[in-house]
């Protein structure tokens, strides 16, 4: 997957939890655990692909292969400190 790529999944996730966001303060009742549960998805989806593009940038920058970087595991990822 090249950064063209990756960036074009980026902005179809933020699209669609965008419009689950919108559709739950349309109806202010919440969100039902589906579209919770959808959300989260997105959400840990989102966290692969943008960890995916800072260690293939961090790649190149150290002349190394940006194509030898593969998408981490969700456990992996989502237990960053920032």
Known sequence: ???KTILSRISE??????????????????TDDEAR???RALE????QCWDLLRRRRAARQAHGD???QGERPV???ERYLQ
């Open 1 to 3: 997957m090249d950064d």
């Open 13 to 30: 996730l933020v699209d669609e939890e965008h419009r689950l966001r919108a559709d739950a303060q349309q109806h202010e009742a919440g």
């Open 37 to 39: 549960e959808r959300l």
């Open 44 to 47: 840990e989806s989102l966290d």
């Open 66 to 68: 940006p194509d030898a």
């Open 75 to 77: 456990p992996e990822v």
